[in-house]
Structure formats: C-alpha cells, structure tokens
C-alpha cells in the first residue's frame, strides 16, 4: 500500500540551532516528491519538487533532498519566521499521497 | 497573492442549510482539486478536474457536490452536511500535460464549521 509518514510530529528548535524533516515513502512508480509550507489561516505554498534520488535543491535557508526511501527538509540557522508546518507529498503511478506533516517552531 | 482565490474564507452553517464554495484560479492551469483538511492528518483529495471534466471522485458523500463550468472556476455545493464535516476546504491547480508532475497551487481555503 501506497504510503507517507512525515517525522517528527512536531518540533521546538531555538533560533540558529540547524535540524531536519524527515519524509519516507513506500509508493509504487514515484514520479515526484513535493515539499509546502503552510502557516496558521493560509492554504500550502509550495516549496521544492524532487525526482530522483540523489537530488537536491535549495532555497534560503531550506535544502531538500531524496532518496530511494526518504526525503529530508534541512533548516539551518532557523528564523522564527520559518516556523509553520511543513508537508511532503509523493506523486506515485496512481495518485498524489500526502503525509499528515511536521510543525516546527522556532524560538527566538 | 497565490493565484488561487477562495470565497468565502469563513463558514458557519447549519446542518439544514445549502451554501456554495467558490474557487477561481489565475494561473491559466487546466486541471483543478478540492481538498479536506482536517487537524493532524493528510490532506483528503475529494474531486479532480482535467480540462473541466471530472476524473476523480474519491468516495465523497453525495452531500458534497461539485461543479467546474470552465477551467478557471470550480464550485462545491454543500446540502445537509454533517458535524464532522467541519474541517479546512481547500482548492488547488495544476498544469496537467502528459506524464509532467507539475506541483499544485492552493487557495486559503474556507473555514466551514456545522452547527
């Protein structure tokens, strides 16, 4: 069965201190990996597309990057800005699954 | 400014009431989704339109009807709905060509909470 699990469910990081979202997949044909951000009252805003394992790309202070099994959301030096809820979502043969996502706060 | 506008944002209604969500996107996409958002779990893709013909309809309740009079707009239509209804809708479009994954586009979505 077609499957996205998103870790952790939620996490409290300090200002500046680096850490990562993890999304891991079991899909049948994956087509792409999709990474959003969505803050409280908007709807998803789309991040990062991923389409075969070994690629990565960046924007500010996100780095996205995917493996056979796994894609992981880097933040480094985080702002309190960045904190929202992060969602991964995988495009198998069939259909878009979409993993339940990560909140991240950032204290200042 | 998302390109995605969503009317209205909020919703209270009642479980006999009738109301209408409205969607309309600006991005010059050809396909267009429904989706329900509910606290701690994956988006719920309800309805798919490809060039304004309906390819998916995952199991919704007939409660639920939706309607896309062209590429740019697409409607759902609420009657008799139920307490667990209440959840965050959102739309979204996409540029759908061939075997291209081309990522979704999402509205603000519409608070509906039934009373």
């Known amino acids: 069965e077609d499957q996205v699990t998103q870790s952790p469910e939620a996490l409290r990081l300090q200002e500046g201190e680096s850490s990562s979202l993890n999304c891991s997949y079991t899909?049948?044909?994956?087509?792409?990996l999709f990474w959003y951000r969505q803050d409280p009252g908007k709807g998803p805003e789309f991040l990062f597309t991923?389409?075969?394992?070994?690629e990565e790309k960046e924007k500010e202070r996100l780095k996205a990057t995917l493996t056979k099994k796994e894609s992981f959301l880097h933040i480094t030096a985080p702002k309190p800005e960045d904190s929202a809820t992060y969602l991964c979502?995988?495009?198998?043969?069939?259909?878009?699954?979409w993993g339940a996502g990560t909140k991240l706060i950032i204290k200042p | 400014e998302t390109g995605v506008t969503q009317t209205p944002r909020h919703l209270v209604m009642g479980m006999t009431n009738k109301k209408s969500l409205k969607c309309e996107q600006h991005l010059g996409h050809n396909a267009m989704y429904w989706y329900k958002q509910s606290a701690k779990k994956p988006l719920e893709l309800m309805f798919v339109?490809?060039?304004?013909?309906?390819?998916e309809n995952n199991s919704v309740p007939s409660r639920f009807s939706p309607e896309c009079p062209n590429s740019s707009h697409l409607f759902l239509h609420l009657h008799t709905l139920q307490p667990e209804d209440s959840a965050l809708y959102l739309c979204?479009?996409?540029?759908?060509?061939?075997?291209?994954?081309?990522?979704?586009?999402f509205g603000d979505g519409t608070r509906l909470s039934i009373l």
């Open positions: 979204a479009s996409s540029q759908v060509t061939g075997n291209s994954n081309q990522p979704q586009h």
């Open positions: 899909v049948s044909g994956l087509r792409g």
């Open positions: 991923l389409y075969s394992a070994g």
């Open positions: 979502a995988v495009q198998s043969n069939y259909q878009l699954i």
């Open positions: 339109y490809n060039f304004k013909e309906q390819t």
